[in-house]
């Protein structure tokens, strides 16, 4: 997945009223490194997935 698209998913979350840090915090994953893929790619699947399931259960 490119930046892009994380930023992208990023916005989604937060239009739907989910903090970075919400986000981060319902998939377990440390928020100092999802804002590390914000701006390194590529970013793991296993991050993405668990993302989008928040976003669509949001």
Same mark, same amino acid.
């Given at each position: 997945m490119e930046k892009s698209e994380l930023n992208e998913l990023k916005e989604q979350l937060e239009a739907k009223? @989910?903090?970075w840090a =919400? $986000? $981060?915090e319902k998939i377990k994953f440390d928020v100092s490194l999802l804002n590390l893929y914000l701006v390194s790619p590529p970013v793991p @699947?296993? *991050?993405i997935n668990p993302?989008?399931? *928040?976003? =669509? $259960?949001a």
């Open positions: 009223g @989910i903090t =919400e $986000a $981060a @699947i296993s *991050v993302l989008k399931k *928040v976003l =669509e $259960a």
